[in-house]
């Protein structure tokens, strides 16, 4: 009866010990706080007829209508050495969460040492084996985890923040590069209609039908128009430099500067804009990862603040090898027993470090709301501009439309003799300086939809897959 009621104790005790030392180690834990997006319940400038459900915003580039613009993405994503950095990046800290609880496991270390007694009669040379295992007690343990988990978050946000950058600024410069095209076009044909338009004035100027201050001012004119095409080759010349550094290569491929069609939405309209869409945006990612590192931190320094318990052992052999002639072993020393790390007196500094991170958490909390309404902001001003420049869009198409049957209307006239040739020539300068603004608007429009998907989070990318066992392992050494 006494052995069984000394192995009831010895159970008994065990379970306490064990009950204690979990009620240490989940103590301490800073709670997490509650994130409470303040995101609209609808949209301020979405058009009217919104639908509320969620929407995918995977491949909303291909809106634009253009398969160049499509393969340029796909070679960005693959090449761009920004997303390449931030992907090793995330690499990085998802080998170092996956290794977060390692500080708090059982470690075993292998040492020598020269030892030399101080009467110098002595000299020994110790080897040995050092063992600790440090409790992860009052928090440490979910601390640890929280601190490293949040580091992987925001290097997954900074890679996504990278590629939806990255995926914006190839449609912006492609967008930009196909327009100036296009006005580089249109202002060549300005520019012919001006050199027949002078030659004409000339001609009317020989036949006494014109003084010669028209002549003056037709060939101003052609001076103006020769001098407006330097700013869109100017903006040619800029834009397949940026695609050529966007994809990663040193010289713009020669088909770039090809003139294409100009992308365009055409038909397309917004029909999705849920408010949610916004925890997709980086930039809020990026924030809510800074509030989860920011509160593992907080509950690190406040397991700080409590004494360190641990277990260690030791096995050492040591050998005189001053005094003895050949080497040989004495006998083994080994120890084992707890460590115990108490704080009895630091100025306050563990107090005053857990009082800080408190207060970078509650910065990170405020942070994090600040991110949502900048996104809220960037997505309403981003919407009304694109309901704007379909506006503009569409009373330019009207305008050209106009024009173009007056400038057909002109050149009846100048068949029936009705007219002169020199109307025609106005006709269509006008008419060419209307598919200027209309270009412009289109580029406009373009321009605020991509502002729009951005504002939103951008499309869902690939993440670089998980580092494999060889990679893993090499992070612990």
Known sequence: ?????????????????????????????????????????????????????????????????????????????????????????????????HHAYDPYLPNVHGRTNDVIDPDATASYFVVGFDALWELPLFGAWQSSKRAAQGQENGAAAALRGAQVSLVAEVSRRWIELRSAQEQARLLTAIRDAQQEKLRLVQVREQLKLAPPIEVAKTRAELARADAALTEPQ???????????????????????????????????????????????????????????????????SRADIYPHIGLGASLQWSTNILSNYRVHTGEAISSVGPIIDV???????????????????????????????????????????????????????????????STAALRKRAELTLGSNLDVQEGLIENQRAQLERVSAIAARDLAYVSLYKALGGAPMPTPPAPTTAQAAGGAD
Not at 8 to 21: E, I, K
Not at 253 to 264: E, F, H, K, N, V
Not at 368 to 373: E, G, I, M, P, T
Not at 384 to 398: K, P, T, V, Y
């Open 1 to 97: 009866m006494e052995a069984v009621s000394r192995r009831d104790r010895s159970l008994l005790a065990s379970g306490m010990l064990a009950c204690g030392l979990a009620l240490l180690a989940g103590c301490s834990v800073a709670p997490l706080p509650e994130l409470k997006p303040p995101v609209p319940e609808t949209w301020r400038n979405a058009p009217a007829g919104v639908a509320p459900p969620s929407a995918d915003l995977r491949g909303w580039w291909q809106a634009l209508g253009d398969p160049e613009l499509d393969a340029l993405i796909d070679r960005a994503l693959q090449n761009n050495l920004n997303v390449a950095e931030a992907a090793e990046r995330l690499r990085a800290a998802r080998t170092q969460n």
């Open 234 to 300: 100017q903006a040619i010349n800029a834009c397949v430099q940026q695609l050529a550094v966007l994809i990663g290569q040193p010289e713009p491929d020669p088909a770039w500067l090809t003139p294409g069609p100009q992308p365009q939405l055409g038909e397309w309209q917004l029909t999705t804009a849920p408010a949610d869409m916004l925890r997709a945006r980086p930039e809020i990612a990026s924030a809510e990862a800074d509030v989860l590192r920011a509160a593992g931190e907080l509950g690190l």
């Open 343 to 405: 704080p009895l007196f630091d100025w306050g500094q563990r107090v005053a470090a857990a009082h800080a991170k408190d207060h970078e958490l509650k910065a990170a909390v405020f942070a994090y709301r600040q991110a949502v309404l900048q996104g809220v902001a960037e997505a309403e001003t981003a919407m009304g501009d694109l309901e704007q420049s379909r506006l503009r869009e569409d009373a330019m198409q009207r305008a050209t439309e106009a024009l173009d049957s």
